[in-house]
């Protein structure tokens, strides 16, 4: 059935495979292009509305290397948006932490995790230990779900619970270099300028 | 028309890919801890055989005998590098959880093999129909094996909470629940359809 | 320390073949007898060190410059495909010897998962315990040998075990791969016990 070869018609048939397939999918990534961006905004305005209260735009930034987004209500900053990570018990466990500007952890979200599924990975499920997060003042606790720590963990995930923890205060942390140490009352209103001066000296040095 | 049905109807069971056939293993193990994320991948699957079986069929002909693996592979991996892009802009959460297996279709040994066993000798539309065949058995196997792990481990079908409770036998979500019920699964087959 | 972290991690704790589930049906297939599962082993070490090195360069040097990164599946199986019939060819040539060992091993690596799942893991996966969470090329050569070797440690325990399976007397459905598949299970679960080890 199949031609009999010889180097010629190898190399015209392997190198027109080649081409036309190129081709053919240069032109499907132009094509989905703009779905597939679209699909990761809608994703990450999906995971930020989960995190933080109703809000209208949002705005991407990053601080040190750490991305965050604020959402802004009109005139209003609604919140912070911050991603952070923390080694879980199967490899990273990337949270997304809402921070109101009052320094108040709003809610939390998972974006990605690698953890056993049935006990850490319970991270994304358990209500009792996800409602914990909500409205969740962290001024004054102890993060840890160990022993005389103040997080209540996922039974039999003390790892991954400890992990989460660790994550929501390390968001919490890069939330006071975004305010810049300002009382909270002042953070509302400046954060947004004290934020691109931040942005600003990170990205020069 | 009957030897095509015939066609689709072996894939299901004669030539069943996953229990008779022992072919395409690594996703049929390491996608189906949920009954949904088996099908999932099972259809990804599909797909690419289809399309690649009948593209197949059409270029072998003037295709010279000592490079048509590579060319073959090449017209694979450019379907699977399709089914990325759709997955990524229409179901990007199912894109995630599938994760590496949707590249790693390329490699499975299915495709290439039904493009050497069938498509290469056969018309565009009795490889469609292969394809179909083979592709639906690899669905329903996975299917299968996801509803029974996802049934044993997490008390639950299709994500609907059946048993009531939180916990299943949580073994069967993990690694070694998955060659567990593939070999039990084996058995059965074998009881039923061998004699 | 990050290199032993690696190691440990991708020969033990995340088994390419008991815990990630890729390379599985040359692992069932050529597992029958010790001396053949061993052979395997070497060449897929070799091959998949090899492979990540170059699909290593040519991602960072080809692909990411020009943003053309869709293509990695396409690129590196034929990179892969390539590079298995250059090893055939150069070995036979240079070691005829090596080549009596791997020769019969090396047309069934192309389409062996482990090779590609390993080049894509390298390029894409987030490493928690290794700075800023991608792999260096020395990093990545690494983890491809540390992963190799484990693929050749489950592979190694596993023919030992199937060659006490073949001489024991199991029911008629359960015979040839059932047995076995069901042997892996156990196999896997005494892996799992390094689950956690390295975060």
Redesign the interface.
């Known amino acids: ?6 180097l010629t ?2 190399v015209l ?2 190198g027109v ?2 081409l036309l ?2 081709a ?2 240069g032109g ?2 132009v094509l ?1 292009e703009e ?2 961006a ?3 905004v809608e ?1 990450t305005n999906k995971a930020i509305s989960k995190v933080l209260p109703e809000f209208q735009s949002v705005q991407e930034k990053e601080i040190s290397g750490v991305k965050y987004y604020e959402a802004w209500s009109g005139e209003t900053l609604v919140g912070y948006a911050i991603e952070s ?8 466990l990337v949270l997304l932490v809402g921070i109101t500007p009052d320094r108040i952890v709003c809610n939390t979200s998972v974006l ?1 995790h690698s953890e ?4 850490g990975a319970k991270c994304t499920t358990d209500a009792k230990f996800m409602s914990q997060w909500k409205n969740f003042n962290p001024k004054g606790k102890k993060m840890t779900a160990g022993p005389g720590g103040d997080i209540d963990a996922i039974t039999a995930s003390t ?1 991954t619970s400890n992990a989460y923890a660790k994550a929501v205060d390390s968001a919490v942390k890069v939330f006071d270099t975004i305010v810049g140490g300002q009382s909270s009352a002042d953070a509302i209103t400046g954060a947004s300028y004290v934020n691109k001066n931040n942005g600003g000296q990170e990205d020069g040095e | 028309m009957a030897s095509k049905l015939k066609l689709i109807t072996d894939g299901l069971v004669k030539n069943n890919p996953t229990f008779v056939l022992l072919l395409g293993m690594c996703p049929t193990l390491a996608t189906t801890t949920s009954a949904i994320n088996g099908l999932s991948m099972g259809l990804a699957t599909l797909f690419v055989l289809v399309l690649s079986n009948m593209a197949i069929s059409l270029i072998a002909p003037v295709v010279p005998d000592k490079v048509h693996i590579p060319v073959y592979i090449v017209v694979i991996a450019t379907f699977v590098t399709l089914l990325q892009f759709i997955m990524q802009a229409y179901t990007p959460a199912m894109y995630e959880t599938l994760g590496l297996f949707i590249p790693l279709i390329v490699v499975n040994c299915i495709v290439l093999g039904r493009a050497e066993a069938f498509a290469n000798k056969h018309g565009v539309l009795e490889s469609a129909c292969d394809g179909l065949g083979v592709g639906l058995g690899f669905t329903c196997s996975l299917t299968v094996l996801g509803l029974v792990r996802e049934l044993l481990g997490a008390g639950s079908l299709f994500g609907h909470n059946i048993i009531g409770g939180n916990d299943g036998m949580l073994l069967f979500v993990l690694a070694p629940g998955a060659f567990l019920c593939l070999g039990y699964l084996m058995v059965l087959f074998n009881k039923l359809f061998k004699k | 320390m990050e290199y032993f972290l690696i190691i440990i991690s991708a020969i033990f704790v995340n088994n390419i073949v008991l815990s990630q589930f890729l390379g599985i049906c040359p692992f069932l297939g050529v597992s029958n007898k010790l001396s053949t599962a061993s052979g395997m082993s070497m060449a897929v070490c070799f091959v998949i060190t090899l492979a990540t090195l170059v699909t290593y360069l040519i991602n960072q040097y080809l692909l990411v410059p020009f943003k053309i990164e869709f293509l990695q599946t396409i690129a590196f199986i034929l990179v892969i495909a390539a590079l298995v019939q250059m090893v055939e060819i150069v070995l036979k040539k240079v070691s005829p010897s090596l080549y009596q060992a791997l020769g019969i091993f090396l047309p069934l690596i192309t389409t062996n998962c482990a090779v590609l799942g390993v080049a894509l893991n390298v390029v894409t996966k987030e490493f928690s315990f290794v700075e800023g969470g991608m792999l260096n090329l020395g990093q990545a050569l690494v983890y491809a040998f540390a992963t190799s070797l484990g693929y050749g440690l489950a592979m190694v325990i596993f023919a030992g075990i199937r060659e006490h399976l073949s001489l024991s007397d199991v029911p008629k459905s359960f015979k040839g791969v059932p047995i076995a598949v069901i042997s892996v299970a156990i196999l896997a679960m005494a892996f799992m016990g390094f689950s956690g080890m390295v975060k």
């Open positions: 059935m199949a031609a009999k070869s010889n018609n190898m048939v392997l495979t080649c397939c190129s053919v999918l499907a990534y989905t779905p597939i679209n699909a990761q994703k990570t923390a080694g879980g018990f199967g490899g990273p990605s056993t599924p049935g006990l790892i």
